[in-house]
């Protein structure tokens, strides 16, 4: 049976729905864990530094596929490590300006896989933050240094800045002290309110932020439904576990003779704005109707 490798940053209990979905995906395409193919996982469970040799690990094992997982820097790690076996990333900010691919629709090589979302759509989760906290003058800006996604990111923030004529102060966290230390700093900085973007070590963490941001009384958006889920005041952006799915598909394909030079990197076809009104009231905010109104899911 051929041998699929899966790589991740992220760490293996909190992934638990993400690698159903990536199953899922490799039923629709005729494929199911230990009847026609084996799976190798390998964890950096939010160590970063580590995917280097755990990829050159399943590659040792001679994969047919190696799937990159839990965003930019499996990915990059998996690139790094061979250009002859396919790969298929899932769950990237940006593919082309992190050199993944030289384009969405013809990536060419041996790498291919699911774009998660553009850097660009921090400001539109800046833009609705500021409508539930209509007088917020600074949003923080909760950024992993360690990350590849990281500049671009940060990029962004002068952009978002002059476009809601508020600061962006940001804040930089790499570890879970980090982030004890960022919420602690949160409020010296004038921030009323925090941006989580999609960022691996964050969602392997998003419990502990949520925590935090209730502890500390911060509204708090982030990109993916599951930090809203957990308490978060509002999520705006893909859902991740779709990513993963298709992602599965994408693998079932290769396995079956298709190369991914000829598959398009795949991108999100839709957003969901998801909000918890618990959170709103436990905070003494109140959403505004026309935010409700465009929700896709209210958690009440």
Excluded: C
């Excluded at 469970?45 to 399943?58: F, I, K, S, T, V």
């Excluded at 998801?274 to 709103?280: E, Y």
């Amino acid at each position: 049976m051929p041998v699929i490798g899966f790589l991740s940053s992220r760490s293996p209990g909190e992934s638990a729905g993400v690698v159903a979905a990536f199953r899922e995906g490799l039923r629709q395409s005729g494929f199911a864990e230990g009847q026609n193919i084996v799976i190798a996982f390998r964890w950096a469970e939010g160590h970063y530094d580590r995917l280097a040799e755990l990829a050159a690990d399943l590659i040792g094992l001679r994969v047919a596929v190696l799937v990159a997982a839990g965003g930019p820097p499996s990915a990059l790690a998996a690139k790094a490590a061979t250009s002859t076996i396919p790969v298929v990333f899932s769950a990237v900010n940006d593919p082309v300006r992190l050199g993944l691919v030289p384009s969405l629709n013809r990536p060419g090589g041996n790498v291919t896989g699911m774009s998660l979302l553009t850097s660009e759509m921090i400001g539109k989760m800046a833009q609705l933050l500021k409508e539930v906290v209509p007088a917020a003058v600074a949003i923080a800006y909760l950024l992993n240094p360690s990350s590849p996604s990281a500049e671009l990111y940060a990029k962004e923030a002068p952009t978002i800045a002059n476009a809601l004529k508020i600061r962006i102060p940001v804040l930089n966290a790499s570890t879970e002290e980090d982030l004890d230390e960022a919420f602690a700093a949160l409020r010296k900085t004038g921030a009323d309110a925090l941006i989580v973007p999609a960022e691996p070590f964050f969602d392997s963490h998003r419990d502990r932020i949520v925590a935090l941001a209730g502890r500390h009384a911060v509204p708090m958006i982030a990109s993916l439904r599951e930090y809203a889920v957990v308490g978060g005041l509002m999520s705006y952006g893909p859902s991740l576990p779709d990513s993963y799915r298709r992602a599965g598909v994408y693998v079932g394909r290769i396995l079956k003779g298709e190369k991914p030079a000829d598959l398009p990197v795949m991108q999100p076809t839709k957003y969901d704005l998801v909000l918890n009104l618990k959170t709103a009231k436990a905070l003494g905010l109140s959403v505004p109707d026309k935010l409700l109104a465009l929700a896709d899911e209210v958690l009440e």
